[in-house]
């Protein structure tokens, strides 16, 4: 089969453009999520919720301990900024099929993913704050600037391993119906060893051990862990940032794997 | 284009035993389809639903990649999606005429989609006010893709594609649940479309008023092959060895009609006869010789009964 010839060509990949794109593209989402901001509120109450009953329970284990407080605080805060949903706004499309839509635009299909993931996380972000606050007020926490700032770094990059992470699981849409069981089993990962059913100093050495070189941790536990001054000096935060850059390329190549595979199976039902 | 589809039996046994031992079998969509367009062409794509259709169409699009052959739209390898392919090209489906947020104005989609095709802004203003005036936009520009009608989605959906002045077309049932108004407003802005712009367009329609108004030639796919690819006329002589006679004949001896042809209608003097091709040019002579006729013409069967034949009997 053969049609018409091209008569100009554009440069393939221009990274500029790429980013005004997914900043257009949050822009849009941003106003498109602003109509469901009662949804939001429910996936901000599912977001609390583990790192609220982490902190009462190792209160009431180490109730003089203000290290737990602190810690579950920022973990709550960190938790609602980084949390990704990509089985429901990228797998759904699969599924039926409205991914062709975005299969036909002149960019890549993971910058509308790229946009939906930053305005969810920036609602969540505006409704999550005043918990935090509260809570924090409630405990009395008291948190450095310093602490803050060192904490921004493991952040953005726990945030980026997040969103590796769920969008690497979201593609077995490709391949199975039941995307929704695999995401939930790494979201009990995360849970288990990313530090929010229990810190992950309080676990055993060898698990613990275990615990920082997966990519768990790095998500969850050690951003919230240096906001609460408990990782002292550079050797450690280097160490942490490291770990988290190994699993985002290990993330990010697997994910493009997937991607690349799961196209080809592709079949467009129902649309 | 095959699909690896599973398959098992009925019945517990079976169930279990696919578990360790899953089986597929090879479902073809399209095989040895093989055809060229020119630029500019208009080509209806026809044929019986789960011909391949829209799968050619998905592949043509790079939506699909073919799972053996070779496809060339623009000097391009379509499955590849290369942006610089798919700033030319728009493909548009009657079952979902507009995707992405359904919560935005049809305004601000537009505004979006001027940045994503990088329309220059006096171009865009150009575009916008003709789409406006032929589309009839001007009410719906500030509502919500999802409040609007499936025709009045068609019509923005039309007018999203056509924002960024598509040099290839591919029009998937593009009336689907049109109302008469709704419909001819599309075939209209289509023709226009192509004629102005010199658009390579590729129509699926199951409504042959569509292919008839809109394509010269047609492209007939039957069980994933190429059944028949020329002229919509030529098609309709192969497969209609008859013409239609329409005359006016108040006074005409319906005996002597019968002789000229097989009456197919006959009312208030009206008279629809089915007569040979090839008997057309004489029986007409010798009917305007010999009746006293106010009115006569000589029409093609209906593409409907053509079509149908060609489904059912294969263009041969």
Same mark, same amino acid.
């Given at each position: 089969?053969?049609?018409?010839?091209?008569?100009?060509?554009?440069? #393939?990949?221009?990274?500029?453009? !790429?980013?005004?794109?997914?900043?257009?593209?949050?822009?849009?989402?941003? !106003?498109?999520?602003?109509?469901?901001?009662?949804?939001?509120?429910? !996936?901000?109450?599912?977001?609390?919720?583990?790192?609220?009953? $982490?902190?009462?329970?190792?209160?009431?284990?180490?109730?003089?301990?203000?290290?737990?407080? %602190?810690?579950?605080?920022?973990?709550?805060?960190?938790?609602?900024?980084?949390?990704?949903?990509?089985?429901?706004?990228?797998?759904?499309?699969?599924?039926?099929?409205? +991914?062709?839509?975005?299969?036909?635009?002149?960019?890549?299909?993971?910058?509308?993913?790229?946009?939906?993931?930053?305005?969810?996380?920036?609602?969540?972000?505006?409704?999550?704050?005043?918990?935090?606050?509260?809570?924090?007020?409630?405990?009395? +926490?008291?948190?450095?600037?310093?602490?803050?700032? #060192?904490?921004?770094?493991?952040?953005? !990059?726990?945030?980026?391993?997040?969103?590796?992470?769920?969008?690497?699981?979201?593609?077995?849409?490709?391949? %199975?119906?039941?995307?929704?069981?695999?995401?939930?089993?790494?979201?009990?990962?995360?849970?288990?060893?990313?530090?929010?059913?229990?810190?992950?100093?309080?676990?055993?050495?060898?698990?613990?051990?275990?615990?920082?070189?997966?990519?768990?941790?790095?998500?969850?536990?050690?951003?919230?862990?240096?906001?609460?001054?408990?990782?002292? $000096?550079?050797?450690?935060?280097?160490?942490?940032?490291?770990?988290?850059?190994?699993?985002?390329?290990?993330?990010?190549?697997?994910?493009?794997?997937?991607?690349?595979?799961?196209?080809?199976?592709?079949?467009?039902?129902?649309? | 284009?095959?699909?690896?589809?599973?398959?098992?039996?009925?019945?517990?046994?079976?169930?279990?035993? =696919?578990?360790?031992?899953?089986?597929?079998? @090879?479902?073809?969509?399209?095989?040895?389809?093989?055809?060229?367009?020119?630029?500019?062409?208009?080509?209806?794509?026809?044929?019986?639903?789960?011909?391949?259709?829209?799968?050619?169409?998905?592949?043509?699009?790079?939506?699909?990649?073919?799972?053996?052959?070779?496809?060339?739209?623009?000097?391009?390898?379509?499955?590849?999606?290369?942006?610089?392919?798919?700033?030319?090209?728009?493909?548009?489906?009657?079952?979902?005429?507009?995707?992405?947020?359904?919560?935005?104005?049809?305004?601000?989609?537009?505004?979006?989609?001027?940045?994503?095709?990088?329309?220059?802004?006096?171009?865009?203003?150009?575009?916008?006010? @003709?789409?406006?005036?032929?589309?009839?936009?001007?009410?719906?520009?500030?509502?919500?893709?999802?409040?609007?009608?499936?025709?009045?989605?068609?019509?923005?959906?039309?007018?999203?594609?056509?924002?960024?002045?598509?040099?290839?077309?591919?029009?998937?049932?593009?009336?689907?649940?049109?109302?008469?108004?709704?419909?001819?407003?599309?075939?209209?802005?289509?023709? @226009?479309?192509?004629?102005?712009?010199?658009?390579?367009?590729?129509?699926? =329609?199951?409504?042959?008023?569509?292919?008839? =108004?809109?394509?010269?030639?047609?492209?007939?796919?039957?069980?994933?092959?190429?059944?028949?690819?020329?002229?919509?006329?030529?098609?309709?002589?192969?497969?209609?060895?008859?013409?239609?006679?329409?005359?006016?004949?108040?006074?005409?001896?319906? @005996?002597?009609?019968?002789?000229?042809?097989?009456?197919?209608?006959?009312?208030?003097?009206?008279?629809?006869?089915?007569?040979?091709?090839?008997?057309?040019?004489?029986?007409?002579?010798?009917?305007?010789?010999?009746?006293?006729?106010?009115?006569?013409?000589?029409?093609?069967?209906?593409?409907?009964?053509?079509?149908?034949?060609?489904?059912?009997?294969?263009?041969?």
């Amino acid at each position: 089969m053969t049609m018409p010839a091209a008569s100009y060509r554009r440069p #393939a990949f221009r990274p500029r453009r !790429l980013l005004q794109m997914i900043s257009l593209r949050t822009r849009m989402e941003v !106003l498109e999520w602003s109509g469901t901001w009662w949804f939001l509120l429910t !996936l901000v109450v599912q977001a609390v919720l583990g790192p609220l009953i $982490g902190m009462f329970v190792w209160s009431a284990v180490y109730p003089a301990d203000p290290y737990v407080a %602190t810690y579950y605080v920022a973990l709550l805060l960190v938790t609602v900024m980084t949390e990704s949903f990509e089985q429901f706004t990228f797998s759904e499309k699969i599924y039926d099929g409205t +991914i062709s839509h975005d299969l036909l635009r002149p960019q890549p299909v993971i910058v509308n993913t790229i946009g939906t993931n930053i305005a969810i996380r920036t609602w969540l972000t505006i409704m999550g704050v005043p918990v935090a606050l509260l809570t924090g007020i409630a405990f009395g +926490i008291s948190l450095t600037w310093t602490a803050i700032l #060192a904490a921004l770094p493991v952040f953005v !990059l726990g945030a980026t391993l997040n969103f590796c992470w769920i969008f690497m699981l979201s593609l077995t849409a490709f391949w %199975t119906e039941r995307v929704h069981s695999i995401v939930g089993f790494g979201w009990t990962l995360n849970s288990l060893l990313g530090g929010t059913i229990a810190p992950l100093v309080f676990l055993p050495e060898r698990l613990r051990d275990i615990g920082q070189i997966l990519p768990f941790y790095g998500m969850l536990g050690l951003p919230a862990d240096v906001v609460a001054g408990r990782v002292h $000096g550079l050797e450690p935060l280097l160490t942490g940032l490291g770990y988290q850059a190994v699993w985002i390329t290990v993330f990010s190549t697997a994910a493009v794997l997937l991607w690349r595979a799961g196209i080809r199976r592709y079949t467009v039902v129902g649309a | 284009m095959t699909y690896r589809a599973p398959i098992r039996g009925s019945g517990w046994k079976e169930t279990l035993s =696919s578990v360790f031992n899953r089986q597929y079998r @090879e479902v073809p969509a399209v095989q040895h389809a093989s055809f060229a367009l020119a630029p500019g062409e208009v080509v209806g794509f026809i044929g019986p639903n789960g011909a391949g259709k829209t799968t050619t169409m998905k592949i043509l699009s790079g939506l699909l990649h073919a799972t053996s052959g070779q496809v060339q739209v623009l000097g391009y390898s379509p499955w590849q999606r290369r942006s610089e392919f798919l700033r030319q090209i728009a493909f548009i489906r009657g079952s979902q005429p507009v995707g992405g947020s359904q919560e935005l104005t049809v305004l601000d989609t537009l505004q979006y989609q001027r940045l994503l095709y990088e329309v220059p802004p006096a171009e865009y203003r150009r575009n916008l006010d @003709e789409l406006t005036e032929l589309l009839d936009l001007k009410e719906l520009l500030q509502r919500q893709l999802r409040a609007l009608s499936l025709g009045e989605k068609m019509r923005a959906g039309l007018a999203l594609s056509l924002l960024y002045r598509p040099a290839v077309m591919f029009l998937d049932e593009p009336t689907l649940g049109l109302d008469v108004t709704g419909a001819t407003t599309m075939r209209r802005f289509v023709a @226009e479309y192509a004629e102005q712009t010199a658009a390579t367009v590729l129509l699926t =329609s199951h409504y042959m008023v569509d292919v008839a =108004s809109l394509c010269p030639r047609l492209v007939l796919i039957d069980k994933g092959q190429v059944q028949y690819d020329g002229k919509l006329d030529e098609l309709a002589a192969k497969l209609s060895p008859y013409k239609l006679l329409r005359l006016t004949a108040p006074n005409a001896d319906e @005996e002597r009609l019968r002789r000229a042809g097989e009456v197919l209608e006959a009312s208030d003097g009206t008279w629809v006869l089915r007569v040979p091709r090839d008997a057309v040019a004489r029986t007409t002579a010798e009917l305007l010789t010999e009746l006293e006729v106010a009115d006569l013409s000589v029409e093609e069967a209906p593409l409907e009964v053509v079509i149908d034949r060609a489904y059912r009997e294969g263009v041969g």
